[in-house]
């Protein structure tokens, strides 16, 4: 393929894209295949002769659409919101030409440069405190990770370095392994299965915090586990609090959890991996209040802010806390500005060592919305989620399980006799909704398609089925 015929393949595609996502609503959000439907419908090497164009995408229909998941139809309510916006997809497309493996400003000035200053953007948008924007001389700073699990771990990572070190520094005869077997993590027992993973992976104990009853990690419980746990000669390092947890979308305490943090000289990572977004709206930025008490926050603006996945926001108040810990320096990667202290050289941050131009997104977005534009798109979902929450009220067979703060409703049948999820009846796979703990139906009314009261019929009409 040369330049004459990508241009016109180029414009195939945006026309098969932009058809796609106007006439998403009539394909079927689930696809009715089997584990294993692909394998047969390709052959079983790559061919010896090329391809032409037009049987590859012809095949995407006839092979590849239909076992695809429609995470942007209108009928799609599973697990959580994913982002999806053409200035992204166009910014992506340029991501993918310039093909940039950024891991030094060296490597590519305009990669490192535009996501430091991409991420100060959005961290002013969020009114985070000053420590943690890069600025022209700050200790903190913003970087893209690829998802909030990435980030949760690097954090994790950086919080054990960093006390391992304080340890060994003051008594120098104690190891590493010493230390390691009395490291305990803790997060509520409604964080993500990703923070007890970051915890299998970086070979520490988690443990759980009993939420309260609104489903939130409160100081009491928190102290009580720190003073148990350190009257058995553990030692405490890293607290995990969420804002906006997955299965009901609560919110931990920050203000009562952050002084403990504080107090205890123990790392307080924020996980907003969906909820973040909403906090740009003046309205919902006091469910971040607290977060100057953090060492390090997380959200995912291809959850909910338009910029597709993946773009996962991490900032950090001291960037030497995470350099510290991952700071590796070959004379192959090494160039003359990177004690300069202008610059920052991502690979330090993270836990790969290549990384795409993901800023252009965020540039591509910010720019073409604007903070009012997503600001608006922000709070349309939250009226849809509130509209939802009504029509499921008036419905005597139903009710609803906790707080509706932002886009998600959780629900269920009043009905005990009822045993099977609410999920396991879309048989007719009109829509897609997932189940979450203690037998609730688990839905994100994240869409404003002009179907979304039929959905809502649907949903109150079938699942009683």
């Known amino acids: ?15 098969y894209v932009a058809d796609y996502m106007e006439g998403i609503e009539g394909r079927q959000v689930y696809p009715d295949v089997e584990p294993g439907y692909l394998r047969p419908l390709i052959p079983t090497t790559a061919p010896q002769e090329p391809d032409t164009f037009e049987d590859i995408i012809n095949d995407v229909e006839k092979i590849i659409m239909p076992g695809v998941t429609h995470w942007h139809s209108p009928y799609f309510f599973a697990y959580f919101p994913t982002a999806s916006s053409y200035p992204s997809m166009l910014a992506d497309m340029l ?49 893209i990770q690829g998802s909030a699990s990435e980030a949760t771990l690097v954090a994790l990572l950086a919080a054990r370095t960093k006390v391992t070190r304080r340890l060994q520094a003051a008594s120098p005869g104690l190891t590493q392994a010493a230390i390691m077997e009395k490291l305990v993590a803790y997060s509520s ?25 609104k489903f939130a990690m409160r100081a009491s419980a928190l102290q009580e586990a720190l003073e148990r746990d350190k009257a058995a000669g553990l030692i405490p390092f890293f607290v995990v609090a969420t804002l906006g947890t997955t299965s009901c979308c609560s919110f931990d305490n920050l203000l009562e959890v952050g002084p403990i943090c504080i107090k205890e000289d123990v790392w ?3 996980d907003a991996a969906y909820a973040g977004s909403a906090f740009i709206c003046p309205e919902f930025r006091p469910l971040l209040n607290g977060v100057e008490f953090a060492d390090s926050f997380n959200f995912n603006p291809h959850k909910w802010l338009l910029v597709n996945f993946d773009c996962s926001a991490m900032w950090v108040k001291k960037r030497t806390d995470l350099t510290g810990a991952f700071k590796l320096d070959p004379v192959y990667l090494k160039h003359s500005h990177q004690d300069s202290g202008l610059i920052t050289d991502y690979r330090h941050w993270q836990l790969p060592l290549g ?3 993901r800023s252009l997104k965020m540039w591509f977005v910010f720019r073409m919305y604007g903070i009012k534009g997503l600001q608006a798109y922000i709070r349309k979902h939250v009226q849809l989620s509130h509209e939802f929450e009504s029509l499921v009220q008036q419905d005597p067979r139903f009710e609803i399980c906790a707080e509706v703060t932002l886009g998600l409703v959780c629900f269920r049948l009043k009905r005990s006799k009822v045993e099977k999820r609410i999920s396991e009846n879309w048989n007719e796979r009109k829509i897609y909704v997932i189940p979450a703990p203690w037998n609730q139906a688990y839905m994100w009314p994240h869409v404003s398609y002009p179907s979304y009261p039929e959905a809502c019929d649907y949903i109150c009409s079938v699942s009683h089925q």
């Open 189 to 213: 027992d409604q964080a993500h299965s990703s923070v007890e993973r970051a915890g299998l992976i970086g070979g520490v104990k988690l443990k759980a915090i009993p939420s309260d009853g």
């Open 355 to 357: 990384r795409r131009f």
């Open 1 to 15: 393929m040369d330049a004459s015929e990508f241009r016109r393949r180029g414009k195939e595609m945006v026309d």
């Open 268 to 270: 307080l990572h924020i």
């Open 95 to 143: 991501c993918g030409a310039i093909g940039c493996i950024g891991f030094s400003w060296a490597a590519s000035p305009a990669c490192t440069e535009l996501e430091t200053v991409m991420m100060d953007w959005l961290g002013k948008m969020l009114q985070l405190p000053e420590a943690f924007l890069a600025g022209n001389a700050g200790e903190g700073g913003g970087v």
